[in-house]
């Protein structure tokens, strides 16, 4: 049976980490993986502290409660449980569209260097083989689930991939664990579902091991991937002035055009997203090799895009959700999120900063069109429009960069330029304190 000494190899490799977590959904594979973690650290107690993070997508009926039971089951444990409450926005499929949020409230949890368990086994491998090879994946697809994958500024491991659901049920059984069941497994109207309940028990009645077989295939592929990858060779990965991640349009003109995209996909699973099918691809090399300096082809995958701007292409971000009204009220002290733009605050400086008087607070707007504005040390005033365009802006930013105001008096464009204002102080006078308005853009979703 599945012991926690089976983990022995993976997790000594990571005791440098400064930070375990869990993904902890309360279902069988994650609350496994959370005591089989629990119990190693209790015999290797030089092992990094270890916490939970429980996603509460709000999609069940019984969502509150799958909270409240991993929750307490931590409390059992006495392991810390991060509980975080996302609004899923369908774009499509509505199961791919949970596992971006998940995966978006995971990049902005990991602090540097920190490692995040995810509780995937053989069968989940066996059945993403599957789906991929009906949605006609190449090489790279094929080769599955990575084992460990970087994640934000921290790292993603699945240390259960080599072992069955079956084990893991077996585990459970004989440690007493309670766990939640989602009916939403039981719908055959998900491919993954129907696939599982209904294609590869039969495959197992005919090859009982047949998850051996594939994982055994897995594995060569991976090790063709990599070879085709290194054959290739991995793009630099470049960044947009608002920090998308991108690589160089030249590392694309390739003669070959299987070369050039073997290149764009091992960039792609590096930024932990998985490549479009094969014929998208190449239409979007053919596209960035016959159009202008100036073009700007976009490949839409359906959970992120790719543009080209300039001489690369990047990334872009997701949607642009202007808040009610276009406009927010921020007091010092105060933060708000802004979905397609990120986390705004007003954070208190020492010196070289805005000066705001008691009750006074910023109005944060967003371009209407035909705004302009006067800059320190430049003569006259000057059109937002060509200011984006001179300071490098990608076009998919440019209505979402925000517009600091004290009344109607201009301050700032987000945090790349002060606008001439005697608001902006070297030190704060007697008894006042200045504030600095704060811009973290928004996590980039990724996932296998």
């Given at each position: 049976?599945?012991?926690?000494?089976?983990?022995?190899?993976?997790?000594?490799?990571?005791?440098?980490?400064?930070?375990?977590?869990?993904?902890?959904?309360?279902?069988?594979?994650?609350?496994?993986?959370?005591?089989?973690?629990?119990?190693?650290?209790?015999?290797?107690?030089?092992?990094?502290?270890?916490?939970?993070?429980?996603?509460?997508?709000?999609?069940?009926?019984?969502?509150?409660?799958?909270?409240?039971?991993?929750?307490?089951?931590?409390?059992?444990?006495?392991?810390?449980?991060?509980?975080?409450?996302?609004?899923?926005?369908?774009?499509?499929?509505?199961?791919?569209?949970?596992?971006?949020?998940?995966?978006?409230?995971?990049?902005?949890?990991?602090?540097?260097?920190?490692?995040?368990?995810?509780?995937?086994?053989?069968?989940?491998?066996?059945?993403?083989?599957?789906?991929?090879?009906?949605?006609?994946?190449?090489?790279?697809?094929?080769?599955?689930?990575?084992?460990?994958?970087?994640?934000?500024?921290?790292?993603?491991?699945?240390?259960?991939?080599?072992?069955?659901?079956?084990?893991?049920?077996?585990?459970?059984?004989?440690?007493?664990?309670?766990?939640?069941?989602?009916?939403?497994?039981?719908?055959?109207?998900?491919?993954?579902?129907?696939?599982?309940?209904?294609?590869?028990?039969?495959?197992?009645?005919?090859?009982?091991?047949?998850?051996?077989?594939?994982?055994?295939?897995?594995?060569?592929?991976?090790?063709?991937?990599?070879?085709?990858?290194?054959?290739?060779?991995?793009?630099?990965?470049?960044?947009?002035?608002?920090?998308?991640?991108?690589?160089?349009?030249?590392?694309?003109?390739?003669?070959?055009?299987?070369?050039?995209?073997?290149?764009?996909?091992?960039?792609?699973?590096?930024?932990?997203?998985?490549?479009?099918?094969?014929?998208?691809?190449?239409?979007?090399?053919?596209?960035?090799?016959?159009?202008?300096?100036?073009?700007?082809?976009?490949?839409?995958?359906?959970?992120?895009?790719?543009?080209?701007?300039?001489?690369?292409?990047?990334?872009?971000?997701?949607?642009?959700?202007?808040?009610?009204?276009?406009?927010?009220?921020?007091?010092?002290?105060?933060?708000?999120?802004?979905?397609?733009?990120?986390?705004?605050?007003?954070?208190?400086?020492?010196?070289?900063?805005?000066?705001?008087?008691?009750?006074?607070?910023?109005?944060?707007?967003?371009?209407?069109?035909?705004?302009?504005?006067?800059?320190?040390?430049?003569?006259?005033?000057?059109?937002?429009?060509?200011?984006?365009?001179?300071?490098?802006?990608?076009?998919?930013?440019?209505?979402?960069?925000?517009?600091?105001?004290?009344?109607?008096?201009?301050?700032?464009?987000?945090?790349?330029?002060?606008?001439e204002s005697s608001r902006w102080r070297a030190e704060a006078p007697a008894g006042g304190s200045l504030w600095q308005l704060s811009w973290k853009r928004p996590a980039?979703?990724?996932?296998?």
């Amino acid at each position: 049976m599945l012991q926690f000494t089976d983990l022995d190899k993976p997790l000594n490799a990571l005791l440098a980490a400064p930070h375990w977590y869990v993904a902890y959904s309360g279902g069988l594979d994650s609350t496994v993986l959370l005591h089989l973690l629990h119990c190693w650290r209790a015999a290797n107690p030089e092992a990094p502290a270890l916490g939970a993070i429980h996603i509460n997508h709000g999609l069940q009926p019984a969502s509150g409660a799958w909270q409240r039971h991993c929750e307490a089951q931590c409390r059992a444990w006495q392991l810390p449980c991060i509980t975080c409450a996302v609004q899923v926005q369908p774009r499509g499929s509505m199961e791919a569209a949970a596992r971006d949020e998940r995966y978006r409230v995971f990049e902005e949890r990991l602090a540097a260097g920190a490692v995040l368990f995810m509780g995937h086994h053989l069968d989940d491998q066996i059945e993403t083989f599957f789906l991929r090879l009906l949605r006609g994946a190449g090489v790279d697809g094929l080769a599955g689930m990575p084992r460990q994958r970087d994640l934000g500024m921290g790292t993603l491991v699945r240390p259960l991939l080599d072992f069955p659901r079956a084990e893991l049920e077996s585990y459970a059984r004989h440690h007493g664990l309670a766990f939640v069941e989602d009916p939403s497994n039981r719908d055959t109207a998900i491919d993954r579902n129907f696939l599982r309940s209904r294609v590869l028990p039969v495959l197992g009645a005919r090859w009982p091991s047949y998850r051996q077989l594939v994982a055994r295939a897995i594995g060569h592929l991976a090790t063709a991937s990599e070879v085709v990858t290194a054959e290739a060779g991995l793009p630099e990965t470049v960044h947009s002035r608002m920090g998308d991640p991108g690589l160089r349009v030249s590392r694309l003109l390739e003669p070959l055009q299987e070369v050039a995209a073997a290149r764009l996909r091992a960039w792609l699973a590096v930024q932990g997203v998985r490549a479009p099918d094969r014929a998208a691809l190449l239409e979007f090399l053919r596209q960035l090799r016959v159009a202008p300096a100036d073009g700007k082809p976009r490949l839409d995958c359906g959970q992120y895009a790719l543009r080209r701007y300039r001489e690369a292409i990047y990334l872009e971000p997701g949607p642009f959700a202007p808040p009610p009204g276009g406009s927010i009220s921020l007091a010092p002290g105060e933060s708000c999120t802004v979905d397609g733009v990120g986390t705004l605050s007003l954070q208190q400086c020492r010196a070289d900063a805005l000066w705001l008087s008691p009750g006074e607070r910023l109005t944060v707007r967003w371009r209407e069109g035909g705004e302009c504005f006067r800059l320190p040390g430049r003569p006259g005033h000057r059109s937002l429009k060509s200011l984006m365009q001179e300071w490098g802006v990608p076009p998919w930013w440019r209505s979402r960069v925000p517009l600091a105001y004290l009344g109607e008096e201009a301050l700032a464009v987000g945090d790349i330029a002060r606008c001439e204002s005697s608001r902006w102080r070297a030190e704060a006078p007697a008894g006042g304190s200045l504030w600095q308005l704060s811009w973290k853009r928004p996590a980039r979703a990724g996932s296998d």
